[in-house]
């Protein structure tokens, strides 16, 4: 499956040269990143660094941004290149919308989060209030750069981070995809095999994005496992997007057997892959069923006392269903 012109899987050095050498840019990116990579990749660019985590992730960020664009006397015909994990992707592609109505953006994704889903897509924002992504811009890079290198440097908590953006887009389109999912963990993969499950992964993404870039249809499906993940993560500080999102996964898969004809069998499938690649499934009993309910219902899909929610018929065939508020809480209480 093609992964689209604007994604170049490559030398990320090679082409930050060109762009340095080529256009009026500014770098975008976070400390850990500047700290391996700045001297090697950045030169005497200009260049913004951000802090770590997602309390970075704000309008406050946003405005600090600006201020340095302004300082460097940047334009719409300058060029923000966004060097970093999710949400220095996430930041940076909100910042370069909005700045003077559209800057050029060029994504280049050092996370396998990133590489697989973050910086796929056009989606860019920040969080408001403590809620997650609450303002943000759908707009398309210029170009999106990945190189599997990166990877190299992660931890593997922060790899495991991002295969479960990777089971979930098998899991809601890819039904041989999936199975191939289940015979190794990603970690136990070589460069290469990792790097064959990214472009499949992207390849996904970036079809369903192609024929609904708006989230008005069909990519409403991408937002498997996200609904009860985000409301994790907006109630549990330490438990990244991927643990988040796992845990998400396996809600939605239990809810999928109640309302949607999802087999146990398949349930456990899933709920198998996540636990290989070390990814957690079950609500943390420190959160309540009903404080996690409150996250639930800030939704940004909520409409009244329902919400679109995506389940599964079957791994590889997605439903979405409008779902009653009062029903996913049962059901969750259920499974608790």
Not at 72 to 82: C, E, G, L, N
Not at 208 to 231: M, Q, S, Y
């Amino acid at each position: 499956m093609p992964v689209g012109k604007h994604i170049i899987f490559g030398d990320a050095g090679k082409e930050l040269g060109l762009l340095l050498k080529d256009s009026d840019v500014v770098i975008i990116t976070d400390a850990n990143v500047n700290g391996i990579y700045g001297d090697k990749l950045f030169g005497n660019a200009k260049v913004i660094v951000l802090g770590i985590g997602e309390r970075t992730k704000t309008l406050r960020t946003i405005d600090r941004i600006y201020s340095k664009l302004i300082e460097y006397k940047t334009d719409r015909h300058s060029v923000i290149i966004a060097v970093g994990g999710g949400i220095v992707c996430d930041t940076a592609g909100f910042a370069a919308a909005t700045f003077k109505r559209g800057t050029g953006l060029v994504l280049v994704p050092t996370t396998l989060l990133a590489q697989a889903d973050a910086a796929i897509g056009g989606k860019n924002g920040v969080n408001v209030s403590g809620f997650k992504n609450l303002a943000g811009t759908f707009r398309q890079p210029d170009r999106t750069i990945i190189d599997t290198k990166f990877l190299k440097t992660l931890a593997r908590k922060n790899f495991n981070n991002g295969t479960a953006e990777i089971i979930k887009t098998a899991a809601i389109y890819d039904s041989a995809f999936f199975n191939s999912l289940e015979r190794k963990a990603l970690f136990e993969l070589t460069g290469k095999q990792l790097e064959t499950v990214i472009r499949k992964t992207v390849g996904i993404k970036n079809a369903i994005v192609r024929d609904d870039p708006e989230e008005k249809g069909i990519r409403k499906i991408l937002n498997f496992g996200h609904t009860i993940g985000h409301a994790l993560e907006l109630n549990l500080n330490r438990m990244r997007h991927g643990e988040a999102v796992s845990v998400g996964m396996a809600a939605a898969c239990a809810i999928s057997q109640k309302l949607a004809g999802f087999t146990l069998e398949e349930s456990l499938r899933v709920d198998n892959v996540l636990k290989l690649n070390r990814l957690p499934v079950k609500i943390p009993e420190l959160l309540s069923v009903a404080k996690l309910m409150e996250s639930v219902v800030q939704d940004k899909k909520k409409s009244g006392c329902s919400l679109d929610f995506v389940l599964l018929e079957s791994i590889g065939h997605p439903v979405i269903k409008r779902l009653e508020i009062k029903v996913i809480e049962g059901i969750i209480n259920d499974i608790r």
